[in-house]
């Protein structure tokens, strides 16, 4: 199934494990999303358990999950898988333990990689029999060199995620896969990745918190909604980050959310499945359908219109249909 699904209950009380991404979900930058501490107090209290899920490998999980308690959003350590983790997963899976490691990334991956067993070394000049990549603000022009002699020498190369941009307080900024790509094009070697959208890291998380009905929650259609798919785990997009009701409507039928909210807020409200009659799909009082190719929407609540617009879009673009993007109508979330 590709299209929005619908709850009689609320989500935190049809599923018994949130995956949660971090930047543009719970926080942007340092500072928390207003909504998003007490969002998810109230889901926790309702009995769903948390999974703070994040491609950023460059923290220790003991300092996201203190990050996340500062901003009133109480986390244990063993609630958080980052992309570290599941970078330190895929190196296993490939390159024997004990071997040396050639590592370009902050503390978090330093920490993963090292757990594994495997020697970390800093340059080219010790031999690496693999080179793993992850975001760290630190990272500059010798750490991607040396990264480089490693692998036209013939260290085989892992990265924690490829997300070109990722969120701050101050707007979009260089992801790990923008650096990632330096290095890609200086030795003409595509790395394999473990972070987001690739469906181990969700798998991993959703052990991890032995989750039987689990879901993910993201704000990029690209990573996180993308990723949910691949896992075949339900996924809320929430409308706080990067993906925005534009992106939602156009969006692949590899990135399609099950569920859309305004943010985490949403977790507490049931979701009404989209419903066709008479050529016009129904969500609540709202309505949405393509005619000729031009998206029209109107009735209910904002969210409603949005998943009213989301369902006629997808439908449309599934058997075919034009979909005029320029004539989009304009669907605030408020």
């Given amino acids: 199934m590709t299209g929005l699904m619908g709850t009689s209950a609320p989500l935190q009380e049809e599923f018994d494990v949130a995956l949660v991404d971090l930047d543009g979900v719970a926080y942007k930058g340092p500072y928390a999303i207003p909504t998003a501490p007490p969002a998810l107090a109230a889901a926790r209290a309702a009995g769903m358990r948390m999974m703070f899920v994040t491609n950023n490998a460059s923290r220790e999980p003991e300092t996201v999950s203190d990050h996340l308690t500062e901003l009133e959003i109480p986390t244990d350590p063993g609630e958080v898988m980052t992309a570290a983790q599941a970078g330190a997963e895929l190196l296993a899976e490939h390159v024997p333990a004990g071997a040396k490691v050639l590592i370009v990334g902050g503390a978090g991956l330093h920490t993963a990689v090292a757990a594994k067993g495997y020697e970390i070394v800093a ?22 060199a040396e990264a480089a002699y490693a692998i036209r020498a013939g260290a085989r190369f892992f990265a924690t995620n ?80 990067v993906s925005t009701v534009k992106d939602a409507i156009l969006a692949r039928p590899e990135e399609r959310p099950a569920f859309l909210g305004t943010d985490l807020g949403c977790l507490a409200e049931p979701h009404p499945e989209p419903q066709l009659v008479h050529h016009w799909w129904h969500v609540g009082e709202a309505r ?47």
């Fill in 123 to 144: 340059s080219a000049d010790d031999h690496p029999a693999a080179v793993i990549q992850g975001f760290d603000p630190t990272v500059g022009w010798k750490h991607l």
């Fill in 162 to 241: 490829l997300d070109i941009t990722i969120p701050t307080d101050r707007g979009m900024a260089p992801g790990n896969g923008t650096l990632v790509g330096v290095v890609q094009a200086a030795t003409g070697v595509t790395p394999l990745a473990a972070g987001k959208p690739e469906p181990e890291m969700f798998r991993l998380a959703a052990r991890k918190a032995g989750a039987e009905r689990p879901m993910m929650i993201g704000d990029r259609l690209d990573t996180d909604l993308q990723g949910a798919r691949a896992a075949h785990m339900p996924g809320l997009l929430v409308f706080t980050g």
């Fill in 288 to 334: 949405a359908r393509v005619t000729e190719g031009r998206l029209v929407a109107d009735g209910g609540r904002p969210i409603d219109r949005i998943r009213a617009a989301c369902a006629a879009a997808w439908a449309a673009a599934d058997a075919g249909e034009r979909l005029e993007v320029e004539t989009l109508p304009r669907l605030p979330l408020a």
